[in-house]
């Protein structure tokens, strides 16, 4: 549709954001899941879902590995 490669788009999309794009999409997503547990009752598994993640272990991976605690620990400190 935009008349150039995949990897041309990646490559423009990550000059001008900063990010890839896949990593830009995930990082909207953690945004998104931190707002939720620390506004929300809602469970892991819900608010995976509502952030966009394929499954709670997905989620809880993801979120581990970026904030170096888990989502329940994030949500325990925060709430």
């Known amino acids: 549709m935009c008349h150039?490669?995949?990897t041309h788009l990646i490559r423009c999309?990550?000059?001008y954001i900063g990010f890839r794009?896949?990593?830009y999409l995930q990082e909207q997503r953690l945004r998104h899941a931190?707002?939720?547990l620390t506004g929300s009752?809602?469970?892991i598994e819900q608010i995976a879902e509502q952030s966009g993640f394929n499954s709670?272990?997905?989620f809880s991976r993801?979120?581990?590995s970026r904030e170096?605690?888990?989502p329940s620990k994030f949500r325990s400190i925060n709430f």
């Open 68 to 70: 170096k605690m888990t």
């Open 34 to 36: 931190k707002v939720l």
């Open 21 to 23: 794009p896949h990593d």
């Open 4 to 6: 150039v490669s995949v």
């Open 56 to 58: 709670a272990s997905h």
């Open 41 to 43: 009752a809602l469970s």
């Open 13 to 15: 999309f990550a000059r």
């Open 62 to 64: 993801v979120f581990r």
